[in-house]
């Protein structure tokens, strides 16, 4: 299940599709690179004819644990300052998806309309009292 995490000497890569993960992983680094899946289950990396395979199918040992940890370590990373342990491994994983991908954190459109309707009313309720 995508997004597709790679560990490798600490770093962690997210990738949101197998087959960016895929070219994103030399033949030669598979051997030193262990990879999840957005639930935690390690993904399975082999060489085949020169090339990396992500076998998602023959994977599912369940390490969610192990993922969460390392994500929790490179949390600064992503500019996850405030207690990144007490998140769950979901809130963990949508932060380095939303970092990966340059998304900031703009507030919804619901936030936005909630907010001009209090400034308006507020500002109501200022001539009234006037």
Known sequence: MPPIFFIEDDVVGVFPTVEQAVRSVDPTDVATT???DAEGRQVVLRVEE???VLDVG???SPRADELRSHLVARAEEVGL????????LPELVDAFVRASTGEDL???PFVLVLGLALLVLGVIV???LW
């Not at 300052?81 to 769950?88: D, E, F, N, R």
Request: net charge positive.
């Open 50 to 52: 020169d090339r990396t």
């Open 34 to 36: 262990r990879a999840y």
């Open 58 to 60: 023959g994977s599912g």
């Open 81 to 88: 300052t405030a207690s990144p342990s007490t998140l769950s």
């Open 106 to 108: 703009r507030p919804s």
């Open 126 to 128: 200022a001539v009234l």
